[in-house]
């Protein structure tokens, strides 16, 4: 099967600082892949790499999103091709509603007017499997909420706009139990043999309700190890130390 996304021999960082080191990665539609490491090992920055956040630099390799290059293109064009991207600290907008945020992106990902009526129900429906307050959606994005309240707001952006490929970065940071199953019962929702997901994350708690099929372990800024998901039980158990130079 073709890849959804293929990373080549990427380096990548902020100003001088190199920090990935030529990364290779390639994700086909169906699966659900995870890339785990210690802080500042490159996951984060992997991600902005492919969304080609202006504040990173790429000096080598090449970025393919469904058979297109994507390396140079700017991050709104990548999103509508089909990129999502969840946050570690989700924005805080005053004075634009959850509901009117979502028509917005919506509108502006697909290129078509929104059916309110369709919408509304939509939204209702993946509100009520993801155990949301209603009254949310009347209040400004993310001001005031919860740290779980705006995870599953990410979630919910991401079952709206329903991208070919998700990639949530450090989605499970700071979550209990119950708003981790909420989140893992997302992605599942979310995910179908058309799509994929990359998860970002430095411990495992996210994974026990998941079924993924690739662990990537990042050490400074390159995979060193990849497996299945026996491989983060692993890292669970011993941590990072024998992946380190």
Not at 84 to 112: C, D, H, R, W
Not at 135 to 154: A, I
Request: charged letters at 30%; hydrophobic letters at 35%.
């Amino acid at each position: 099967m073709k890849e959804l996304l293929e990373i080549k021999n990427l380096h990548a960082g902020v100003e001088d600082k190199e920090i990935l080191k030529g990364v290779d990665l390639a994700i086909k539609p169906g699966e659900i892949h995870v890339i785990m490491g210690p802080n500042g090992s490159g996951k984060t920055t992997t991600a902005n790499a492919i969304l080609n956040n202006p504040e990173y630099t790429k000096t080598e390799g090449s970025i393919t999103f469904n058979g297109e290059d994507i390396t140079n293109e700017s991050t709104d064009e990548i999103a509508r091709k089909g990129v999502f991207m969840s946050f570690q600290l989700p924005e805080e907008i005053p004075g634009v509603s959850v509901t009117n945020f979502l028509k917005y992106a919506k509108n502006k990902i697909t290129g078509k007017p929104v059916k309110i009526f369709e919408f509304k129900k939509e939204l209702q429906k993946y509100m009520e499997e993801l155990n949301m307050n209603p009254k949310n959606m009347e209040r400004s994005l993310n001001v005031g909420f919860s740290g779980g309240e705006k995870k599953k707001n990410e979630i919910l952006q991401m079952l709206v706009l329903n991208p070919k490929l998700a990639i949530l970065d450090e989605t499970d940071s700071g979550l209990d139990v119950d708003a981790i199953k909420t989140v893992s019962k997302g992605i599942e929702m979310f995910k179908n043999e058309e799509n994929a997901v990359l998860i970002i994350t430095h411990n495992t708690k996210i994974l026990h309700s998941l079924k993924v099929d690739y662990v990537h372990i990042f050490i400074d800024g390159k995979i060193v190890k990849t497996g299945s998901q026996e491989l983060a039980k692993e890292i669970e158990e011993n941590g990072y130390g024998k992946y380190k130079k």
